[in-house]
């Protein structure tokens, strides 16, 4: 048999071996694939990259999530030891601007027991970087897990994931025309052997896509990321035996459960077609905060409102800490450039375009303690 040479050609055999692959596994494999996928090969974040994301832009984002989560942290007895969770840390930028910040908490750095949740080596070597020889953290208070299973489970727990769900896997199937005939949309291949999508009849749709869709909707939902809701909640419930605590989810989504095809690959800041090159391109999908939310209740946790960006970073003071920095700033252009940088996190743009209202945050807790900034 030919030597697989991309991940391309691995997919390929698999479709040949097996028959079409669901959407959420060609996902895994063009992102998370351990030789070639995506985020296992490069640093993908920035201007010259293929994404730019919040913390990138402006400091003041990880120092407003820093305050959000010291100030939970403080209502909560400010328990020591806690884990600090940070779940795909890009290049440890958030985090790094959340430590500075928090440095006048007293008693924060102290009980603080960073947990970074990172499968890519690429992009763990940035954190380490950012974190530990920069001399912000020491290494005996850091920890990368790969899998959400190896939480310290004998600690409260405070964290955040920006832009962490949309890139895990989706599936997405389509109704026909009569309300329960449902097909799930895989990938498979054209009569040319070239990556194609394909529907195939499904029987195991989630039951609220009948209620929801009209004839032809695509309807998107993540077992992954439901896991992984579930997952954090059991760490922060005290019911299922975790030990309290926050955690703090922000991305782009819908805070309504509704139809819609979100998935897209992008490429040097471009749109490109997601069969196109797999393992060259970041391929996501919006993130439904509303089922997010209702999974996260089921599990007995709180969870607040679901905030657009540009109102939780205005509830959190935004407008003081830019009206701070910016007299720490050496000239007019430095200045200009940090409020302009502000502006974007919380503009909502033409037809909610913007990050400030494309983007939304909610938190889930243990309930123990009021939430501030999302309600
Ligand atoms: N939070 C950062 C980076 C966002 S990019 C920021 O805002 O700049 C997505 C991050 O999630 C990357 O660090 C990527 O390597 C990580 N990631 C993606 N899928 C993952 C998975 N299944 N498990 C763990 N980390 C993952």
């Known amino acids: 048999m030919m030597k697989a040479r991309t991940l391309k050609d691995i997919i390929i055999r698999e479709i040949r071996e ?47 999530i820093g305050a959000w989560l010291a100030d939970m942290w403080l209502r909560a007895g400010a328990p020591a030891p806690f884990t600090l969770l940070e779940c795909g840390p890009g290049r440890g930028t958030l985090m790094a601007d959340l430590l500075r910040a928090m440095r006048g908490v007293p008693g924060f750095h102290a009980a603080a027991r960073l947990c970074l949740l990172e499968t890519s080596p690429v992009l763990r070597a940035v954190q380490e970087k950012t974190l530990i020889a920069s001399g912000l953290v020491p290494a005996s208070a850091c920890r990368w897990i790969e899998d959400l299973a190896d939480l310290p489970a004998d600690r409260p727990l405070f964290g955040v994931a920006n832009e962490f769900f949309d890139a895990l896997p989706i ?62 909640c059991r760490a922060i419930t005290a019911e299922n035996r975790g030990r309290g605590g926050a955690f703090l989810i922000c991305d782009y989504g819908h805070d309504r459960t509704s139809p819609g095809d979100t998935l897209q690959a992008v490429r040097h800041h471009e749109c490109v077609p997601v069969l196109a090159e797999p393992g060259e391109a970041d391929i996501t999908a919006h993130v439904d905060f509303d089922r997010l939310r209702k999974h996260a209740m089921t599990q007995g946790c709180y969870a607040s409102r679901i905030t657009p960006q540009g109102t939780f970073l205005k509830n959190c003071g935004i407008e003081a800490r830019v009206a701070h920095l910016i007299k720490r700033c050496a000239d007019d252009r430095q200045a200009d450039l940090t409020v302009k940088a ?34």
């Open 171 to 232: 599936r997405q199937i389509v109704r026909g025309t009569a309300p329960q005939v449902f097909e799930e949309m895989c990938v498979g291949l054209d009569l040319d052997g070239s990556l194609c999508y394909l529907r195939v009849p499904d029987a195991n749709y989630p039951q609220d896509a009948v209620d929801l869709c009209a004839p032809g909707d695509v309807f998107e939902f993540s077992p992954v990321r439901e896991q992984v809701m579930e997952t954090l």
């Open 342 to 375: 502000a502006q974007r996190l919380i503009a909502s743009g033409p037809a909610g375009t913007g990050m400030g209202a494309l983007f939304k945050l909610m938190a889930v807790t243990d309930g123990t303690v009021p939430v501030s900034g999302l309600e």
């Open 18 to 64: 097996t028959g079409p692959m669901d959407i959420g596994r060609y996902m895994a494999l063009a992102l998370g694939h351990p030789k070639f996928g995506y985020y296992m090969t490069r640093d993908p974040l920035g201007a010259r990259g293929d994404f730019t994301t919040a913390p990138e832009i402006s400091q003041v984002f990880g120092e407003l």
